[in-house]
């Protein structure tokens, strides 16, 4: 794999690297692997934006708007999906590509599709290792599209240094759909689709929810915003950019923006570790054999659940 091609802005090197990346088969990911260490010392140049929202709330317009007026400011755009909901490759997400029919056309654009479902560390895994690969070919911006049902929110929230909710313009609606731990999570809320008709409701969906921000827990040096948008018409788009950027600046006063990624990558680290030991457990063939065995005595009160367990975990 040539990393001078992917660092040129070579397109089918990138394409191909991030094949390899997404491949099952366990001797493409040794070599998977070595090509990300290759990597690693040029990437990390980018800031990383999570998007979020229910179906129908806007997003792969807002990514094909937001996407071609970064490219206007002179930005390299990538869009990655993450999409638990699609086992099949090629995922649902960003399969309309319709909806970006210019910006996927643009130069400064790529787009990939989600994943399908990965082993270790799933589809999350995949998109991180994407993110990567995208960053060493140049990409200033990459966007990351999930949709806000499932947990993959959270999974989204754990890779990117910005994360921002899509929000329908009905205030009173429960929160959309969208879990109150997701709201904790973001770093913005944008009530979308604010025009014609809409444009007074999205001002009021904006100021219930700039309300409700206020009374969330909020474990960080930025104070969450909440904005209101027309990807459709092209309103506000940016403000938006605006206030990324700002983030951006006060998230480098303090090294914040660092620790944030240092931390991001260590507790990935820890689920990978967990995982791993995981699968070595039920793949160790001692294991396979005792464990029916074991299940079996602690059902009939042989055994305690606590010494079986520690048998299984010793043979180790
Ligand atoms: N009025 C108005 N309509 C919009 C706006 N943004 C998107 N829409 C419309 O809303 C519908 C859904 O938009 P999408 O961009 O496909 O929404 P999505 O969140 O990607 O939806 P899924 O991919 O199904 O999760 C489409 O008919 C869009 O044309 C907006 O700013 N204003
Ligand atoms: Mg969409």
Request: glycine letters at 8%; aromatic letters at 6%; hydrophobic letters at 40%.
């Amino acid at each position: 794999m040539d990393i001078e091609k992917i660092r040129q802005g070579n397109r089918r090197a990138l394409a191909k690297a991030i094949t390899l990346v997404e491949s099952k088969l366990d001797s493409d990911r040794v070599k998977a692997q070595a090509v990300l260490e290759q990597a690693l010392p040029y990437s990390g140049n980018s800031i990383r934006i999570g998007i979020t929202g229910i179906p129908g709330v806007g997003k792969s317009t807002f990514i094909e708007t937001f996407g071609l007026y970064l490219i206007a400011q002179g930005k390299k755009v990538a869009v990655l999906a993450v999409d638990p909901s699609s086992p099949l490759a090629g995922g649902s997400i960003l399969g309309d590509k319709t909806r970006m029919e210019e910006l996927s056309r643009n130069e400064a654009a790529f787009i990939r599709p989600s994943p399908s479902e990965g082993a270790l560390g799933g589809v999350a895994q995949k998109t991180r290792e994407t993110m990567l690969l995208c960053e060493t070919a140049g990409y200033d911006v990459i966007l990351v599209e999930t949709v806000g049902v499932g947990q993959s929110e959270y999974e989204v929230a754990g890779m990117v240094d910005f994360f921002m909710v899509l929000m329908l313009p009905n205030a009173g609606d429960e929160l959309q759909g969208i879990k109150k731990g997701i709201m904790e999570l973001a770093d913005a809320l944008v009530v979308n689709k604010a025009d014609g008709e809409s444009l007074n409701l999205a001002s009021q969906t904006k100021r219930h929810y700039s309300n409700a921000m206020t009374l969330l827990r909020h474990s960080s040096f930025w104070t969450p915003q909440v904005l209101t948008c027309s990807a459709q018409e092209n309103n506000n788009i940016d403000a938006i950019w605006g206030m990324i950027s700002d983030y951006y600046i006060d998230a480098n006063k303090n090294n914040d923006f660092q620790k944030k990624r240092t931390n991001q990558n260590q507790e990935w680290m820890n689920k990978l570790l967990f995982e791993m030991l995981e699968l070595k457990l039920k793949q160790n063939p001692e294991v396979k054999r005792q464990m029916p065995e074991l299940h079996k005595k602690v059902t009939q009160g042989e055994v305690t659940p606590y010494n079986a367990a520690k048998t299984l975990i010793d043979l180790l």
